[in-house]
């Protein structure tokens, strides 16, 4: 069974950094696109950034372009999130997610496994 924890969120003041982790379990993902995705209070889950299979690839919203790196160790079946410089508009729930596939994506339904999520609260 296919298994995502996130950890590392946590209250922040603005200018702050934060890194998250991705915990994947139950196969090996090496070969899958992984992406984080984030939900602030009363918004849809947005895109945040993916990282392809072999990690030689990433891509990130414009928001956090700059600002946030994505990477994985394939060793350590992990992905991570560096966040710094962080807003209080980056507040909200991060959750990390796996796409059964090679290609990155940008779009929800085109990841197959999520994570429950971590809080991430920026301060002003």
Same mark, same amino acid.
């Given at each position: ?5 996130? &950890? @590392? ?11 998250? *982790? =991705?915990?994947?379990? +139950?196969?090996?993902? *090496?070969?899958?696109?992984? +992406? !984080? ?7 849809? /889950? ?7 299979? &072999? ?11 700059? /600002?946030?790196?994505?990477? /994985? ?20 729930? $991060? $959750? =990390?997610?796996?796409?059964? @596939? ?11 496994? !999520? ?10």
């Amino acid at each position: 069974q296919v298994q995502l924890v996130e &950890s @590392g969120g946590g209250l922040v003041q603005a200018g702050g950094s934060l890194r998250l *982790s =991705c915990a994947a379990s +139950g196969r090996t993902f *090496s070969s899958y696109a992984m +992406g !984080w995705f984030r939900q602030a209070p009363g918004k849809e /889950r947005e895109f945040v950034g993916v990282i392809s299979g &072999s990690g030689y690839s990433t891509y990130y919203a414009d928001s956090v372009k700059g /600002r946030f790196t994505i990477s /994985r160790d394939n060793a350590k079946n992990t992905l991570y999130l560096q966040m710094n410089s962080l807003k209080p508009e980056d507040t909200g729930v $991060y $959750y =990390c997610a796996v796409r059964a @596939g090679i290609r990155v994506a940008t779009t929800m339904s085109e990841y197959d496994y !999520w994570g429950q999520g971590t809080q991430v609260t920026v301060s002003s």
